[in-house]
């Protein structure tokens, strides 16, 4: 069975300063592997996906994740967060389309700090 | 481009009481559709999932229904609702054929049963 866990729950983080919410997966099969962002009382956006290819995904938002086969994760990654990027991250496994439903994480509430 | 609309956007039903809510996408054929819930504070949980008109797998027991009575509408029902009903409800569709199983969402219904 396919399942994500995202390790933490909440994280404060400064505006200027790097981020890194991680993604941990388990998934029998090469895995197809996204992160989604919401702002609250709103629907989910893709901020990036990974599904072959080089390991490291750009996204939008100035937003990036490695995928690390070896570790079974897909960390995200900013340089620099800005006030505008509070908001909760969820990471999701999936197999190909129509080939069956994606797993999401519980998901990172991200608050950044002025 | 495709869209995805959902209504009503906030609800407030009594216990006991029938709901209905609607998804539409427009702008792609034969897409899989998903119904998923967000309690307050929590991650997403898959309730149905569709990969054809009349084609509708439950991922949840409870007292939800759904169906999908045209290619590109969705439509999620109760008979009566229970409390622990309230919650943010979110439709999205994904692509039918192609590479990856990536979600759109739509923006949410709240639904709050007093």
């Known amino acids: 069975a396919q399942s994500v866990t995202q390790p933490d729950i909440h994280i404060t983080v400064s505006e200027g300063a790097s981020l890194e919410l991680r993604c941990n997966y388990s998934?029998?099969?090469?895995?197809?592997l996204f992160w989604y962002v919401q702002s609250p009382g709103q629907g989910l956006q893709l901020l990036l996906k990974?599904?072959?290819?080089?390991?490291l995904v750009q996204g939008i938002k100035g937003f990036e994740a490695e995928f690390k086969r070896s570790q079974s994760s897909f960390n995200l990654r900013k340089p620099s967060v800005h006030w505008s990027d509070a908001a909760e991250y969820f990471c999701a496994v999936g197999p190909g389309a129509n080939a069956g439903k994606s797993t999401f994480g519980d998901g990172t509430t991200l608050t950044v700090k002025p | 481009s495709q869209t995805i609309h959902q209504w009503p956007a906030t609800l407030v039903q009594p216990v006991g009481s029938p709901l209905s809510l609607e998804c539409t996408v427009e702008g792609t054929s034969n897409p899989n559709l998903y119904w998923y819930r967000q309690a307050a504070g929590r991650g997403l949980q898959l309730l149905f999932y569709?990969?054809?008109?009349?084609?509708i797998s439950s991922e949840v027991p409870q007292n939800l229904s759904a169906s999908r009575p045209q290619d590109r509408q969705f439509i999620l029902s109760s008979k009566k609702l229970l409390l622990s009903d309230s919650g943010f409800y979110l439709c999205?569709?994904?692509?039918?054929?192609?590479?990856?199983?990536?979600?759109?969402f739509g923006p949410g219904t709240r639904l709050t049963v007093l």
């Open positions: 569709s990969v054809g008109i009349g084609q």
């Open positions: 999205a569709w994904s692509p039918g054929t192609g590479v990856t199983s990536e979600q759109f």
């Open positions: 998934y029998g099969a090469t895995p197809y």
């Open positions: 990974y599904f072959s290819g080089d390991t």
